[in-house]
């Protein structure tokens, strides 16, 4: 009786595909940003949000940072220094739009971003994320 009791996203609206690696490339951006800020939250939110053309429209960055967790008055702003970093770190592109300079975000393959990092920042990441990481991918058959 499982079937009745699971989400099953061919049954029910409301689903988005994320990468089974999602949460510990959530866990590499934060350990990059280290104690400046936590990021995950946002790129969560962000995927959350997709769709399968890899687009999110944030005409309300105090909305999605509400969903993100962020309830100060100050919850715009908090969303915007994370969306640069997430830029910076290579996860995604933004273009202006009506509604700001981010309006418009383009989700970047994570696994390709993450393998630049690997690349570039190696050093900052702790080995035994690196080697969670390859066993993943290992075991989904990447």
Not at 31 to 56: A, E, H, R
Not at 94 to 118: F, Q
Not at 125 to 135: G, H, K, T, W, Y
């Amino acid at each position: 009786d499982a079937d009745e009791k699971v989400w099953q996203r061919k049954k029910h609206q409301g689903f988005t595909t994320i990468p089974k690696e999602l949460p510990l490339i959530m866990n590499v951006a934060d350990v990059l940003m280290g104690s400046k800020m936590d990021v995950s939250k946002v790129y969560l939110t962000l995927w959350c949000n997709v769709w399968d053309d890899g687009f999110v429209q944030v005409p309300s960055a105090e909305k999605l940072a509400f969903e993100a967790g962020y309830t100060s008055k100050k919850r715009g702003t908090e969303w915007r220094k994370r969306i640069s970093a997430l830029k910076e770190l290579g996860f995604i592109e933004t273009k202006p739009g009506s509604s700001g300079d981010d309006e418009y975000v383009l989700l970047l393959n994570p696994l390709e971003a993450l393998e630049r990092l690997i690349g570039t920042r190696r050093d900052e990441i702790p080995e035994a994320l690196i080697n969670a990481l390859r066993e993943k991918s290992i075991a989904i058959g990447k």
